[in-house]
């Protein structure tokens, strides 16, 4: 899966529960969390929770509006709360952000009968409307989420437009479609072919599974704390550097926290994290600890961190600058560096050699693919792994096959 940020957009939902005199406060909570956020574009296969746009109380039901993405996605294939199908006393009707979609008929209702004019079709925009009876037991839209099929897009070896999970396809429909840049499409379709090898084509439909995290890097630099200064009621400031930061990581991008490896205190925890979800952010990493670590790791939120502590970061922390360059674990980062992480760790590419290392993890992964075969069918690691060149000779051989 691949998130991309596009557009900024708001929430009607404070105007209509104000206006409506009703919601609970979780309600209300869930409709203005996303105020504010940007609208992701996805591609591949994801699953993802709700922005939740709009929650409009009428009567016997409440109408909960899910943005999932931005464009025409190609299905949302299953809608969840609290990891659990939805009840089935719960309607549910998905606009897949298609240019001539209609307005919801029982939302646009729901609106009038709050007094509040309601046309809004959203083109252009992927959501769904979920109907659901008030008092619904443990009605709780914040923990909505769906598998999206996402962004349809342009193959060069077929010549069709579809749904597909290639990575290689869905960075050259980012920079050609929604850029407008030129895309060099030999390029592409051989980047294309190494990522559909059978294997390495497996990976990616275990992404969610075994996920991998990539994005760009926006950083967070802290020096040690300082008694006068860094007491509880900084926080009060509403520009507080550690808070501004969290509120300006642009969504897609990866906040990186230089702790200095300082193990006494946390980084952050669960409410920072969650807000770091709901405005897009594509996962934190951080070289000190994490308050909450046990419900953060419930959270469908990426988070590389050194393991849990309780302590308020005040206590030796004092955040200072926001994307500038730090070191974290002991790897200098720079802003917009790419961020890549999975089980086994986070790794850092320089943002003007991450096309040259893809193109060359790419052409690696097929040699795997054809070294792991082989060694499959008995062959000895010396002259295999790493191979010689009769076994690079055969790999070509076996690359004219594949057709690559």
């Known amino acids: 899966m691949l998130y991309l940020p596009d557009q900024n957009w708001s929430v009607a939902s404070k105007a209509a529960l104000q206006a409506a005199g009703s919601g609970t406060a979780s309600e209300r909570q869930a409709a203005l969390a996303a105020e504010g956020a940007r609208i992701p574009i996805v591609y591949g296969r994801d699953r993802r929770g709700a922005l939740v746009a709009n929650i409009v109380p009428t009567g016997a039901y409440v109408y909960v509006v899910c943005v999932w993405a931005l464009g025409e996605i190609e299905a949302v294939e299953s809608v969840t709360m609290s990891d659990k199908p939805l009840p089935a006393s719960c309607g549910v009707t998905h606009y897949l952000g298609t240019p001539g979609q209609t307005v919801n008929a029982g939302l646009a209702s729901a609106f009038a009968a709050n007094g509040i004019s309601y046309a809004d079709a959203l083109p252009g925009i992927a959501y769904s409307v979920i109907m659901a009876p008030v008092g619904l037991d443990g009605f709780d839209p914040l923990s909505i989420a769906a598998v999206i099929k996402g962004t349809k897009v342009y193959d060069p070896r077929t010549g069709l437009t579809a749904w597909s999970d290639n990575p290689a396809l869905a960075l050259a429909h980012f920079v050609s479609a929604i850029e407008g ?110 308050r909450d670590s046990g419900r953060i790791a419930e959270i469908d939120f990426p988070v590389y961190c050194a393991g849990g502590s309780a302590p308020l970061n005040l206590i030796h922390h004092h955040t200072v600058d926001l994307n500038v360059p730090i070191g974290c674990g002991g790897v200098a980062v720079y802003p917009g560096d790419i961020i890549v992480g999975d089980e086994e760790g986070v790794v850092v590419i320089p943002a003007h050699l991450a096309d040259e290392v893809a193109a060359d993890a790419a052409a690696q992964e097929v040699m795997e693919v054809f070294i792991l075969e082989r060694v499959q069918n008995g062959a000895k690691l010396p002259g295999t792994y790493p191979p010689n060149a009769e076994t690079k000779a055969a790999f070509e051989v076996w690359k004219k096959e594949k057709g690559l």
């Open 181 to 290: 840049r030129t895309v060099a499409w030999s390029s592409v379709t051989a980047t294309a072919n190494a990522w559909a090898v059978e294997g390495a084509a497996c990976y990616f439909e275990t992404l969610e599974e075994q996920p991998t995290d990539v994005g760009p890097a926006y950083t967070m630099r802290n020096i040690p704390a300082r008694e006068d200064l860094d007491q509880i009621s900084a926080f009060d400031n509403p520009d507080h550097p550690q808070r501004k930061g969290v509120e300006s990581v642009p969504p897609g991008h990866v906040l990186v926290v230089d702790t200095r490896r300082e193990t006494r205190v946390a980084s952050g925890g669960e409410i920072l994290t969650t807000r770091l979800k709901v405005r897009g952010a594509a996962g934190l990493v951080s070289d000190g600890p994490v």
